[in-house]
């Protein structure tokens, strides 16, 4: 099997730069909610649409202690309004009992992981009420896959009850990407989530206030001195063997 310059090159700067991003994602921002991590990294470059007004997107004092500021759902809707922070949670369905969505737009491929990494959780400000009838009203879709219902499927487990800061509790509901309802296997990605409430009119309890969304967990990044010696080793044997060789002849690997 023959390889060329460039090929063994290539093969290096991949390793090289599996170091660079392990290390990165060694970096990266985590928080805990309710016993749960998340890796705030995964908000680089994502961003939310979705079809209702600023009307409907309202303040929260959930997310700075938590540190999710600038990484509600609202937030990172700012783009479709100007740039302006809109506010922290978005509220489908309100008053006119209508089916509203919002869509999470990761920047970058979002890995699904064993363990809590192979679980998606939503956040949905409760009322007075417990239980909350609109804690899982509404319904999810993955990677544009089937809408999963959040109070039927046995995918989705709900908390209440979840407290933030200043008080204002939360319904927490936890999606298994790998029960059946979604079919996702531990390696495949997240690239879009849509959420949408289930549009019942004349039902008070249909419209949810989402605030915040990730998958949650930690993925153990790759250890950097196995990658770089093999990388920094493919470069020196290479070059070596190419120093050495006389012209014409091309080198060899099997």
């Known amino acids: 099997m ?14 090289v730069l599996a170091v660079m991003t392990g290390t990165m994602a060694q970096a990266a921002p985590f928080t805990s909610i309710n016993g749960l991590d998340y890796d705030l990294g995964q908000f680089a470059g994502a961003a939310v649409t979705t079809n209702v007004g600023d009307n409907r997107i ?8 938590n540190g999710i500021d600038m990484l509600t759902l609202g937030e990172l809707a700012a783009g479709q309004f100007g740039g302006v922070d809109p506010g922290d949670r978005i509220t489908l369905g309100f008053g006119d009992g209508d089916q509203d969505m919002l869509t999470l ?16 959780v939503v956040f949905e400000q409760a009322s007075a009420n417990t239980p909350d009838p609109e804690g899982t009203s509404f319904e999810i ?27 204002d509790p939360q319904n927490q509901i936890v999606f ?9 296997l531990i390696g495949d990605t997240i690239s ?4 949408q409430n289930l549009g019942i009119a004349g039902v008070s309890t249909d419209d949810p206030d989402f605030l915040f969304a990730a998958r949650a967990g930690r993925i153990p990044a790759p250890e950097p001195g196995t990658l770089a010696l093999f990388g920094l080793g ?21």
């Open 141 to 167: 879709s993955i990677n544009g896959g089937i809408f999963v219902n959040a109070g039927t499927s046995a995918s989705a487990t709900l908390t209440e009850d979840v407290v933030g800061a200043g008080g």
């Open 2 to 15: 023959h390889f060329t310059y460039k090929t063994v090159m290539r093969a290096a700067l991949v390793s």
């Open 234 to 254: 493919l470069l020196l044997l290479y070059g070596t063997a190419r120093w050495r060789r006389p012209a014409g002849v091309r080198l060899s690997l099997s």
């Open 192 to 195: 879009t989530v849509k959420i």
């Open 105 to 120: 737009t990761y920047g970058a491929p979002v890995l699904i992981g064993a363990g809590d990494a192979s679980l998606f």
């Open 58 to 65: 309202f303040g929260s004092t959930f997310d700075n202690p």
């Open 176 to 184: 298994d990407l790998t029960h059946a309802d979604f079919g996702f």
